[in-house]
């Protein structure tokens, strides 16, 4: 059993930066890559970042490289997302993922989701 649990969100004007927080926990869990999903109203959920269990490799969406950055801690098993120059378009509620691939695919842990409002 994995257990994941995110932190972070809040409204923030555009421009701002926020950061969100997961931690995972379970067997194994080190070896795991973590990822961010995001969900706006009306829109199919989009993978936005994923990062590898040791931190070598990562994948961005387009539409925010060079924006946000995924990171592990030092203990392995928490995720963060780093959210800079946010967007309108940023708005949605968005989900900690475990377990799967660097392409989005077969994520199995999923947190609680967590809203992050960018207001014009």
Known sequence: QVNVVQSGGALVQAGGS??????AS???????????????????R??????????????????VKG????SRGNVKNTV????????????????????GSLDGLGYRYWGQGT???VSS
């Not at 379970?26 to 199919?44: D, H, V």
């Not at 989009?46 to 539409?63: K, P, R, V």
């Open 80 to 99: 963060y997302l780093q959210m800079n120059s946010l967007k309108p378009e940023d708005t949605a509620v968005y989900y900690c993922a475990v377990g």
């Open 46 to 63: 989009e993978f936005t970042a994923a990062i590898n269990w040791n931190g070598a490799s990562t994948y961005y969406l387009d539409s």
């Open 67 to 70: 924006r946000f950055t995924i």
């Open 115 to 117: 809203q992050v409002t």
């Open 26 to 44: 379970g067997r194994t869990i080190i070896t795991y890559t973590m990822a961010w999903f995001r969900q706006a109203p009306g829109k199919e």
């Open 18 to 23: 926020l950061r969100l927080s997961c931690a």
